[in-house]
C-alpha cells in the first residue's frame, strides 16, 4: 500500500467516527485526529459544565476543522446531557405527548436547538421516536411521545421541525423501534417479536413521518428484528439498513449507530469487529460513547476500518459512500447554522409545557393540593435508567422545599424501602416514585404507607401505567421542569 493510499484510508475511516472524549476541554489527541480526517466528536455530560465552558471548547475544535460535526445525546427530558448537573429545563417526550399540542412539542424543541446552535452543537442524537408499547420497558418509557404511533408521528415531525430550524441536524432514533422490549440494549440483545403487518402499523411510522420531514440523520437500535432479520442485530443488518430504511423507505441522510461499545453488539462481536460489521452493513456514521473515551480507542476503531478494507472484509466503495454522507451532514449544518434566525423574545417554554403536562387525579372525599403545611417527603429511586445516568438530579423535594420552608425529605432504594414506614407524623405526607408498576419492592412499600397514611400525595415522575392513591399526581416525566411544575401544584403557587 502506498503512503497516499494509507493516508486516504486513514481519512476515510476517521470520516465516519465519531468518538468521545473526557474532559471540559479538547483532550491533546482530539485537534491532532481532526487534522488528519476525523469527522466529528460525541459530547456527554462529562464535557459540560455550563454554555460559555461548552461554546469555548466547540470553538477550539473548530479551529482544528470547521466544518467538525459536534453531535450530544440531548434529548431535553430525562436524558440530558446540556444540564446533567442541574436537570432538564424542559419537561421531556412523555409530557409533551401527554399535552399532544404540536405547536408546543416544535417550540420546545426550537428553544432547545437556539441553545445547542449558541453553544456550538451541530447534530443531536434526538428526538426519540421509539413507540413505547411495553409497559415494562426499562431504557424508554418517558423518553417516548407515548404508545399511540400516530402521536408519536406527529410529535416526531414537529420535534425535528423544530430543532432543525434552530441549525441543528435531528437523528431519530431507534430505528427500527425500541418500545416494544423489555430488555435494554445497554446491558443485552432486545428481540422485537412483532410481525411485518404490526412493524408497519406500530414501529415505522414515526419513522417514516421522520423521513418525510426531513430529519438529517437516524440512528439505530441494537435489537433483533426477527421478521425483517432473524440473525443481524439492526445496526449489523444489511436487510435492516439498506433493504428497509434505504430502499424501502427512501432514505437518504446518514444513518448512525448507538453507542458501538453497548454490551447487547459489543459483547459478542466485539468492539472494532461491531463498528466494521455496522459500515459494511450500511451504517455511515459511528457513535462512541460509554466507557471508551481516549486516543486508544479512537485509533483502534479507525485502525480496525482501514485494516477491514485492505482484507476486503469492508468494501472501499462502503466506507466511501458513508465518509460521504458524513460530509454532506458537515456541509448542511455549517449552511443551517448561519441561517439559523435568532431566539425570539419570551418566557422560555420549558416549565410552562411542564405545567400543562401535570395531571391530577382525586378520589372522592380526598383532599386535593395545595398542602396546608410543609411536607414531609419520601422519594423512592429505582435503578438508574442507563441512558440517563446516574449524575442527573431529580425529584420534587428540593423545589417543594424552596417554596415550603421546612419540607424534610428521605431517598429509598430497594435495598431500604422500610424507612419509608416511618413518615413523620402530624404533616402532610407526599410520595414520589417513578415507573411504580415495574418494581414490586416500590409497590409494596407504597402500598404500606398508603394504609397507614391514605391522605398521602402520590406523585409519579415516571411513566403513570396506574393511578396509586386517592390523591396522584402525574408529571411524566423527573426533570428538573417536572419537579418545578409539581411544586408549584403541591404548593399552591
Same mark, same amino acid.
Given at each position: 500500500?502506498?503512503?497516499?493510499?494509507?493516508?486516504?484510508?486513514?481519512?476515510?475511516?476517521?470520516?465516519?467516527?465519531?468518538?468521545?472524549?473526557?474532559?471540559?476541554?479538547?483532550?491533546?489527541?482530539?485537534?491532532?485526529?481532526?487534522?488528519?480526517?476525523?469527522?466529528?466528536?460525541?459530547?456527554?455530560?462529562?464535557?459540560?459544565?455550563?454554555?460559555?465552558?461548552?461554546?469555548?471548547?466547540?470553538?477550539?475544535?473548530?479551529?482544528? +476543522?470547521?466544518?467538525?460535526?459536534?453531535?450530544?445525546?440531548?434529548?431535553?427530558?430525562?436524558?440530558? +446531557?446540556?444540564?446533567?448537573?442541574?436537570?432538564?429545563?424542559?419537561?421531556?417526550?412523555?409530557?409533551?405527548?401527554?399535552?399532544?399540542?404540536?405547536?408546543?412539542?416544535?417550540?420546545?424543541? +426550537?428553544?432547545?436547538?437556539?441553545?445547542?446552535?449558541?453553544?456550538?452543537?451541530?447534530?443531536?442524537?434526538?428526538?426519540?421516536?421509539?413507540?413505547?408499547?411495553?409497559?415494562?420497558?426499562?431504557?424508554?418509557?418517558?423518553?417516548?411521545?407515548?404508545?399511540?404511533?400516530?402521536?408519536?408521528?406527529?410529535?416526531?415531525?414537529?420535534?425535528?421541525?423544530?430543532?432543525?430550524?434552530?441549525?441543528?441536524?435531528?437523528?431519530?432514533?431507534?430505528? =427500527?423501534?425500541?418500545?416494544?422490549?423489555?430488555?435494554?440494549?445497554?446491558?443485552?440483545?432486545?428481540?422485537?417479536?412483532?410481525?411485518?403487518?404490526?412493524?408497519?402499523?406500530?414501529?415505522?411510522?414515526?419513522?417514516?413521518?421522520?423521513?418525510?420531514?426531513?430529519?438529517?440523520?437516524?440512528?439505530?437500535?441494537?435489537?433483533?428484528?426477527?421478521?425483517?432479520? =432473524?440473525?443481524?442485530?439492526?445496526?449489523?443488518?444489511?436487510?435492516?439498513?439498506?433493504?428497509?430504511?434505504?430502499?424501502?423507505?427512501?432514505?437518504?441522510?446518514?444513518?448512525?449507530?448507538?453507542?458501538?461499545?453497548?454490551?447487547?453488539?459489543?459483547?459478542?462481536?466485539?468492539?472494532?469487529?461491531?463498528?466494521?460489521?455496522?459500515?459494511?452493513?450500511?451504517?455511515?456514521?459511528?457513535?462512541?460513547?460509554?466507557?471508551?473515551?481516549?486516543?486508544?480507542?479512537?485509533?483502534?476503531?479507525?485502525?480496525?476500518?482501514?485494516?477491514?478494507?485492505?482484507?476486503?472484509?469492508?468494501?472501499?466503495?462502503?466506507?466511501?459512500?458513508?465518509?460521504?454522507?458524513?460530509?454532506?451532514?458537515?456541509?448542511?449544518?455549517?449552511?443551517?447554522?448561519?441561517?439559523?434566525?435568532?431566539?425570539?423574545?419570551?418566557?422560555?417554554?420549558?416549565?410552562?409545557?411542564?405545567?400543562?403536562?401535570?395531571?391530577?387525579?382525586?378520589?372522592?372525599?380526598?383532599?386535593?393540593?395545595?398542602?396546608?403545611?410543609?411536607?414531609?417527603?419520601?422519594?423512592?429511586?429505582?435503578?438508574?435508567?442507563?441512558?440517563?445516568?446516574?449524575?442527573?438530579?431529580?425529584?420534587?423535594?428540593?423545589?417543594?422545599?424552596?417554596?415550603? =420552608?421546612?419540607?424534610?425529605?428521605?431517598?429509598?432504594?430497594?435495598?431500604?424501602?422500610?424507612?419509608?414506614?416511618?413518615?413523620?407524623?402530624? +404533616?402532610?405526607?407526599?410520595?414520589?416514585?417513578?415507573?411504580?408498576?415495574?418494581?414490586?419492592?416500590?409497590?409494596?412499600?407504597?402500598?404500606?404507607?398508603?394504609?397507614?397514611?391514605?391522605?398521602?400525595?402520590?406523585?409519579?415522575?415516571?411513566?403513570?401505567?396506574?393511578?396509586?392513591?386517592?390523591?396522584?399526581?402525574?408529571?411524566?416525566?423527573?426533570?428538573?421542569?417536572?419537579?418545578?411544575?409539581?411544586?408549584?401544584?403541591?404548593?399552591?403557587?
Amino acid at each position: 500500500m502506498t503512503g497516499q493510499r494509507s493516508r486516504d484510508l486513514v481519512r476515510l475511516a476517521g470520516m465516519v467516527l465519531q468518538p468521545g472524549f473526557a474532559g471540559t476541554t479538547p483532550a491533546p489527541w482530539v485537534p491532532r485526529l481532526l487534522g488528519e480526517g476525523l469527522g466529528g466528536v460525541a459530547l456527554f455530560g462529562r464535557n459540560i459544565e455550563h454554555p460559555e465552558q461548552l461554546a469555548a471548547l466547540t470553538a477550539a475544535l473548530r479551529a482544528e +476543522r470547521p466544518d467538525v460535526i459536534v453531535a450530544i445525546d440531548e434529548e431535553a427530558g430525562d436524558v440530558t +446531557r446540556l444540564e446533567t448537573r442541574r436537570g432538564s429545563s424542559r419537561p421531556g417526550n412523555l409530557a409533551l405527548g401527554a399535552v399532544d399540542d404540536v405547536a408546543l412539542t416544535e417550540a420546545v424543541a +426550537r428553544d432547545l436547538g437556539h441553545d445547542l446552535a449558541a453553544a456550538g452543537v451541530t447534530l443531536n442524537y434526538a428526538p426519540d421516536a421509539d413507540v413505547n408499547t411495553d409497559a415494562r420497558n426499562p431504557v424508554i418509557g418517558v423518553r417516548s411521545f407515548g404508545s399511540d404511533p400516530a402521536l408519536v408521528a406527529r410529535h416526531t415531525v414537529a420535534w425535528i421541525t423544530g430543532l432543525q430550524s434552530a441549525g441543528v441536524a435531528a437523528c431519530a432514533k431507534h430505528f =427500527p423501534g425500541h418500545g416494544n422490549t423489555s430488555v435494554d440494549s445497554h446491558v443485552d440483545v432486545p428481540k422485537i417479536n412483532a410481525s411485518r403487518a404490526e412493524l408497519d402499523a406500530v414501529e415505522l411510522p414515526p419513522f417514516r413521518a421522520a423521513i418525510a420531514a426531513g430529519t438529517q440523520a437516524i440512528m439505530t437500535g441494537h435489537l433483533v428484528v426477527p421478521a425483517i432479520d =432473524p440473525e443481524w442485530p439492526a445496526t449489523l443488518s444489511r436487510r435492516v439498513l439498506i433493504d428497509l430504511l434505504r430502499d424501502e423507505l427512501g432514505f437518504a441522510g446518514v444513518v448512525v449507530t448507538d453507542g458501538i461499545e453497548m454490551a447487547a453488539i459489543a459483547r459478542r462481536y466485539g468492539f472494532e469487529g461491531a463498528a466494521v460489521r455496522a459500515l459494511a452493513a450500511g451504517s455511515d456514521a459511528v457513535c462512541v460513547g460509554g466507557d471508551h473515551f481516549d486516543e486508544a480507542d479512537a485509533l483502534r476503531l479507525r485502525d480496525a476500518v482501514v485494516e477491514a478494507v485492505t482484507t476486503g472484509e469492508l468494501p472501499e466503495e462502503r466506507l466511501a459512500e458513508a465518509a460521504k454522507r458524513v460530509q454532506q451532514l458537515a456541509e448542511w449544518t455549517v449552511q443551517a447554522g448561519s441561517a439559523a434566525p435568532d431566539r425570539p423574545d419570551g418566557t422560555p417554554v420549558g416549565l410552562l409545557a411542564a405545567r400543562r403536562a401535570i395531571r391530577l387525579t382525586v378520589a372522592g372525599g380526598a383532599t386535593p393540593p395545595p398542602l396546608t403545611a410543609a411536607p414531609h417527603v419520601v422519594e423512592f429511586a429505582p435503578p438508574a435508567n442507563m441512558a440517563a445516568g446516574t449524575q442527573t438530579p431529580w425529584g420534587i423535594a428540593t423545589p417543594l422545599r424552596a417554596r415550603m =420552608p421546612g419540607t424534610t425529605a428521605v431517598r429509598l432504594s430497594a435495598a431500604d424501602p422500610e424507612a419509608a414506614l416511618r413518615p413523620a407524623r402530624g +404533616r402532610p405526607l407526599v410520595v414520589v416514585v417513578r415507573d411504580i408498576h415495574r418494581y414490586r419492592w416500590m409497590a409494596h412499600a407504597v402500598a404500606m404507607l398508603l394504609a397507614e397514611r391514605p391522605d398521602a400525595v402520590v406523585v409519579e415522575m415516571g411513566v403513570p401505567e396506574r393511578v396509586t392513591g386517592a390523591v396522584h399526581l402525574a408529571t411524566y416525566g423527573a426533570t428538573r421542569a417536572c419537579g418545578e411544575a409539581a411544586a408549584e401544584v403541591l404548593a399552591g403557587l
